[in-house]
């Protein structure tokens, strides 16, 4: 007769007929399961590490962008800087320019020539004459002259007091 899975024998005593599946003992089972943990834990370490490196990798990535935006940041405010000064360089010569040529303008217009011109015929004025000139003798001598009044800085003095200095500096 054909073997059948969970068929029994025909005999004198019938008996069962072993599955086909044996389960492993406990010990087998320890073992086994000993090794599949320490693989899921290699398993999971390995991926911790591999995490660690992306975000490492991606960290370092950022601390570049960072500083070369640092970089193009500070050399452009570098730039515009040196762009306003050369700016302001600029302004300063074209005001010492403008600055000379009022100067000499100004000469032109103070030449003494135009000015004895200008003051004989606008207002009518002409040279001193010899008639009109006046010399004044001083003497060689410096000296200093006493003030002929007496100042007093004596405030504290009574009023009877003031009173008959006054008296007697009037009959005097």
């Known amino acids: 007769m054909a073997n059948y899975k ?10 069962k007929l072993q599955p086909e599946y044996n389960p492993p003992q406990k010990e087998k089972l320890k073992k086994q399961n000993k090794k599949q943990i320490a693989d899921y834990q290699v398993k999971k370490q390995k ?22 935006f640092a970089f193009s940041y500070r050399n452009a405010q570098i730039s515009e800087s040196y762009t306003k000064l050369k700016n302001q360089e600029k302004e300063l010569s074209m005001l ?24 004989k015929e606008q207002l009518g004025m002409q ?4 008639k009109q000139t006046r010399y004044v003798n001083l003497p060689k001598k410096d ?7 007496q100042i007093n800085l004596n405030n504290n003095e009574n009023i009877l007091e003031r009173v008959y200095q006054f008296v007697t500096n009037q009959k005097q």
């Open 96 to 119: 010492q320019k403008e600055n000379n040529q009022l100067k000499v303008a100004i000469e032109n217009n103070l030449n003494l020539g135009d000015l004895e011109q200008k003051a």
């Open 127 to 130: 040279k001193a004459t010899t």
């Open 47 to 68: 991926k911790k590490m591999q995490k660690k490196k992306k975000v490492k990798c991606v960290l370092g990535i950022a601390v570049v962008f960072a500083v070369l």
């Open 6 to 15: 969970n068929s029994y024998q025909y005999e004198t005593s019938p008996r």
């Open 143 to 149: 000296y200093v002259e006493v003030a002929s009044e």
